[in-house]
Every structure is written in C-alpha cells, then in structure tokens.
C-alpha cells in the first residue's frame, strides 16, 4: 500500500486531533511532537499502536526513539511501507 506524504500528513493529523486533542493549527511538519505537541512517551507508544492499524504493519519500539517531529513520523511510515 503506497500512501503519498501528504496521505500520511492528513492521517497522522486526524489521529492527533482525535485522539490526543492537537489543535490542529499546531501541526506542522516542523512541530516537535513533546515540546511543541506536549505529547509524552505513552501518548508516543499509543500514537506507534495507532500507525500500525492505520499501515497494518508492526512498528518497533527502536525505530520509533528517533522520531521527533510529524516529519520524521512521516519518513518513518513511508520507511515502513516500503519494505
């Protein structure tokens, strides 16, 4: 299943609307997901669970310590939906 970047963008918005109440204006590419979405690191463990429905692939906790902004989580699903 290929999704473009921006297909990713959209979907990991919705998520962080929805599910951890991200004013969606906060979202950028750019947007630090602890300082500048004040997500901690149970909302990241639920936010992997959550890309993992959205891909139907298995996120590994270690491939998911380097991500720090929506733009490195966007990189991070496009890596994992290509192998």
Avoid at 3 to 18: C, G, M, P, R, Y
Avoid at 44 to 66: H, M, N, P, S, Y
């Amino acid at each position: 299943m290929a999704l473009s970047d921006e297909a990713i963008f959209d979907a990991l918005k919705k998520i962080l609307v929805e599910s951890f109440e991200t004013p969606e204006d906060q979202i950028t590419p750019e947007a630090n997901l602890y300082e500048d979405l004040d997500l901690d690191s149970i909302d990241a463990v639920d936010l992997a669970v959550k890309l993992q429905t959205l891909t139907g692939k298995r996120i590994k906790a270690d491939e998911f310590k380097t991500v720090r902004t929506v733009a490195d989580v966007v990189r991070a699903v496009q890596a994992l939906l290509a192998r």
